[in-house]
């Protein structure tokens, strides 16, 4: 049948219409093929020993890219980490001294970034990110000094981004079980009064660098150091970072604010350089803390020693009806132990729930032979495994946390106010031990 003008002209768009429509779906396709809503873009600041951890977590989790890495130290910690990431994505991220540039040239198409830079730059480094429109995930210490922590609360509030801080203790799920089930739900250890941590390093010299490999003169001065032992070592000196109370303690000492729902009232602290005459900040820290709670006053004992690496590192929790002992190492601490008095069929009933390993964990027996034992020491408590551990490198579970919050909305586990509650009391041990005074905290110094 012949077709008229009106017809024709009909049919004409009607199929340039559809071919259109048919295009349109073909690229929608294809930008949905490129960009997984799951999938996140994101950089690295700092290459160094510990940026380098974070990256081994982050390059294990599905649908995360790493797109750019910084560090001012150029053929080593910037190359050596790029060339990881590549060998684990087989895509090689942009490399870059200078985070400047980096935002700059990448932010576009960066959805986040994580900060693993020396204490004393954190603020700007995370400040700097957030003001570019991406989501932070900054080590901790927040930072050495409480101003600038808590100018990063203030930019995560101002630009809506999200600050996640690195106490990844928080999403371990043996810490998660332990805390939040054991300890705050079920109540098993009772009321709890005191609590224990340490963490002991043996003696250590100068990390020292390779001698081909300095970074230029120019460059140290820079980006604010003034010499490669510096640099390398710069957790000694008090411009960079806050000394090992900060670097080893802050992690544990933030699980007595987890336990106890609450900051502490005050510090007391001894330490000193008494060994290490070449070093700013002290070599050995000794604290204790006092927490109020609905209960009484509860108390707290860390000590951190870089001379010795007697015990190690963990942390006990001591209650009326039993104790806990836990350490991010299971072997170092990994069970709930159970007064003598306290009842046994509400731990008999956790573990035939799972929420406690039914079999009593070995306890070490004392030789007793010939020695007379006074007849007020507490009978041994036994000791119940905890069920739950972790497949995964330490931070992945803490990093996952944070990439969840970006993609679904999730919780954060350390919000940048929780980080700030914890460097103000363990900052506050510094000052402890210089003045040789009791700190008494207010409530509103753990806000910002």
């Not at 295009?23 to 809503?37: G, H, Q, T």
């Not at 429109?133 to 900054?138: A, P």
């Not at 006990?316 to 601490?333: H, K, M």
Request: proline content about 4%.
């Amino acid at each position: 049948m012949a077709m008229n003008r009106n017809q024709f002209i009909q049919t004409a768009a009607a199929s340039t219409m559809l071919a259109t429509l048919k295009a349109r779906a073909v690229e929608n396709a294809e930008l949905a093929a490129k960009k997984d809503p799951d999938q996140l873009n994101i950089a690295l600041i700092g290459a160094g020993a510990q940026g380098r951890i974070l990256a081994e977590s982050c390059v294990r989790i599905p649908g995360i890219r790493f797109k750019a890495v910084c560090d001012i130290w150029e053929n080593y910690n910037l190359r050596n980490t790029a060339r990881y990431i590549y060998s684990q994505q087989r895509e090689m991220p942009n490399a870059y001294i200078d985070y400047k540039e980096m935002l700059a040239a990448e932010k576009d198409g960066l959805d986040a970034v994580v900060v693993a830079s020396p204490d004393w730059m954190h603020a700007e480094h995370a400040n700097a990110c957030m003001e570019a429109g991406l989501h932070v995930y900054s080590e901790k210490e927040m930072s050495n000094s409480l101003e600038k922590a808590a100018s990063m609360i203030r930019t995560s509030r101002a630009t809506g981004k999200l600050l996640q801080i690195g106490h990844q203790r928080r999403s371990n799920p043996r810490y998660l079980h332990a805390v939040e089930k054991l300890i705050h739900e079920e109540k098993l250890l009772g009321q709890v009064t005191t609590a224990v941590a340490q963490w002991n390093r043996a003696k250590a010299d100068d990390i020292g660098f390779p001698a081909k490999f300095p970074i230029p003169a120019e460059i140290l001065d820079q980006y604010g150091y003034n010499s490669m032992r510096e640099f390398r070592n710069w957790r000694w000196f008090k411009k960079y970072g806050g000394g090992p109370i900060v670097d080893l303690g802050s992690h544990q000492i933030d699980i007595f604010e987890w336990v106890w729902e609450t900051q502490p009232r005050s510090v007391i602290a001894s330490g000193g350089t008494d060994f290490y005459k070449d070093r700013e900040w002290y070599d050995n820290v000794m604290c204790i803390y006092e927490y109020e709670t609905p209960e009484g006053i509860a108390r707290a004992f860390y000590e951190t020693q870089t001379t010795t690496g007697r015990g190690g590192f963990s942390e006990a929790f001591r209650g009326t009806n039993g104790y806990l002992e836990i350490a991010e190492v299971p072997a170092q601490g990994n069970a709930v132990f159970r007064e003598a008095h306290a009842p046994e069929a509400q731990w008999e009933a956790l573990a035939a729930k799972g929420l406690i390993k039914n079999k009593p964990a070995a306890i070490k027996k004392v030789a007793t032979k010939n020695t007379a034992v006074d007849v007020r020491v507490t009978k041994a408590a036994e000791g119940w495994p905890l069920p739950v551990d972790l497949s995964k490198p330490a931070h992945q579970p803490h990093l996952e946390n944070f990439f969840n919050a970006i993609r679904y909305g999730t919780e954060l586990n350390c919000p940048g106010e929780k980080g700030y509650e914890t460097a103000v009391a363990v900052l506050a041990v510094n000052r402890a031990v210089a003045t040789n005074q009791k700190i008494e905290f207010k409530e509103s110094d753990f806000h910002v």
